[in-house]
């Protein structure tokens, strides 16, 4: 009850295209978090979010915290080849404060 | 001036080996944390500090052993090597609710 289902697993997407990958649960959290990994290095955060509805962007990037604080969806404008990566979404639990994360979309962007 | 730093990056060791890994950070939080990220990429948190105090140790074996001796530093002891625990170690840090991770120590166990 407590995992985050994130999907699409991967994605194959041109250059220039719109991307759009999300995260649900069964749980509510108090924090949705949004992170880029890049090839051999650790997970960097791209956007937090900390109140239900809450629509915030960074550059290209857009996240949302769901209405029922039991998802989160990223989205990506104009893809470009450095957004290879997996994203990885995280929540974090309001019962003990612990942090879930999702299984990771992989992206894959060809020029 | 990296925020959460670990070493070494690469730790190649023979099976039966204790191996330690370290993790240090410099933002001032209070909270630490070891993730393990298999070969799926699937990150599984495996424990947590805060303020010297461990307060989630999730169902790892007690092979692994995390300690902290003072609020920047959070160690990982491994001890008698598995070739299971081959894999990507993730130190990382939080003052309230974001996590900021180091950049990884890929261990194989041989």
């Known amino acids: 009850g407590q995992q985050l289902n994130q999907s699409p697993q991967s994605m194959f997407i041109q250059e220039g295209e719109d991307v759009s990958m999300n995260c649900t649960s069964s749980s509510i959290f108090n924090t949705w978090l949004w992170y880029k990994q890049d090839p051999g290095e650790g997970p960097v955060l791209l956007i937090a979010?900390?109140?239900?509805?809450e629509l915030t962007s960074n550059g290209r990037l857009t996240a949302q915290f769901g209405i029922t604080r039991k998802d989160s969806f990223l989205n990506i404008s104009a893809s470009i080849p450095s957004d290879v990566g997996i994203y990885f979404c995280a929540g974090q639990l309001p019962t003990n404060n612990d942090m879930r994360f999702g299984a990771g979309t992989r992206l894959t962007v060809k020029p | 001036d990296t925020a959460v730093s670990q070493t070494p990056k690469y730790l190649v060791t023979q099976m039966g080996n204790d191996k330690s890994i370290k993790c240090e950070q410099n933002?001032?939080?209070?909270?630490m944390y070891w993730y393990k990220q298999d070969s799926k990429k699937f990150l599984k948190i495996m424990f947590s500090?805060?303020?010297?105090?461990?307060?989630i140790n999730e169902t790892v074996p007690n092979r692994f052993s995390p300690k902290s001796p003072d609020k920047a530093h959070l160690n990982l002891h491994i001890n008698s090597l598995e070739l299971g625990d081959s894999a990507v170690y993730f130190c990382?840090?939080?003052?309230?609710?974001?996590?900021?991770f180091g950049p990884g120590t890929r261990l194989l166990v041989l």
């Open positions: 979010l900390y109140k239900a509805g």
């Open positions: 500090y805060n303020n010297k105090e461990l307060i």
């Open positions: 933002l001032g939080h209070d909270t």
């Open positions: 990382a840090s939080s003052q309230i609710e974001t996590q900021y």
